[in-house]
């Protein structure tokens, strides 16, 4: 079996028990990081999304000034957009803004 049919085979195992990555990670022996990155390349490729046009690996983020309440504005794919406070623990953020990406 080839590799991305094993990672198909995990994922909709994922899915269907309600397993969290980090759990299948420990069952599997494979990373977080490499279980994430699979389901979102599957799921581009099952919605059909030509490699071309799916989203850049990495966003630049540009600083446009501080806002005046000091806080730190996020806009998302979609416009979507998460402001928290300046001192957010970056890990936290990282976190709330991987979930809503895959939404």
């Known amino acids: 079996m080839d590799r991305r049919e094993q990672m198909r085979r995990w994922l909709a195992r994922r899915e269907r028990l309600g397993l969290t990555f980090r759990a299948l990670s420990v069952e599997t022996g494979v990373p977080v990081g490499t279980l994430a990155c699979w389901a979102w390349k599957l799921r581009n490729e099952s919605r059909g999304v030509p490699a071309k046009r799916r989203q850049p690996s990495f966003v630049e983020l540009?600083?446009?000034g501080e806002r005046a309440?000091?806080?730190?504005?996020?806009?998302l794919r979609g416009e979507?957009?998460?402001?928290?406070?300046?001192d957010v623990d970056a890990a936290a953020l990282a976190r709330v803004v991987a979930a809503l990406e895959r939404c």
């Open 62 to 64: 540009v600083a446009e």
């Open 69 to 75: 309440d000091g806080r730190i504005e996020v806009v």
């Open 80 to 86: 979507r957009r998460v402001i928290v406070d300046a």
